[in-house]
């Protein structure tokens, strides 16, 4: 069974940085593109990033230079680098395996951006 792991979320104030990551078990993550999303309270969930299998990108306008997606096929592992962080980007990210017999979500995990 596949399943996505995503850590790294937290409190962080207007300005500031932080890295999420998401872990594949079940299945390695190279064939697949790989997306991720966000959802805030009472809204609903958007595409952030995603990455192809072949390492191409694409990113909301809204987060476009500030945001950098990644994957690291070795660790089985994709990663949100987020930097220049304002209040409106928080909400619960979810990284998702877009897969043909279905797509697989993770958990989430909170970003809070205040000061």
């Known amino acids: 069974q596949v399943q996505l792991v995503e850590s790294g979320g937290g409190l962080v104030q207007p300005g500031g940085s932080l890295r999420l990551s998401c872990a594949a078990s079940?299945?390695?993550?190279?064939?697949?593109?790989m997306g991720w999303y966000r959802q805030a309270p009472g809204k609903q969930r958007d595409l952030v990033a995603s990455?192809?299998?072949?390492?191409?990108?694409t990113y909301a306008q809204s987060v476009k230079g500030r945001f950098t997606i990644s994957r690291d096929n070795a660790k089985n592992t994709v990663y949100l680098q987020m930097n220049s962080l304002k209040p409106e980007d928080t909400a619960a990210y979810y990284c998702k395996m877009n897969r043909l017999r279905g797509d697989v979500w993770g958990q989430g995990t909170q970003v809070t951006v205040s000061s």
């Open positions: 079940g299945s390695i993550i190279s064939i697949y593109a």
């Open positions: 990455i192809t299998s072949a390492g191409f990108v």
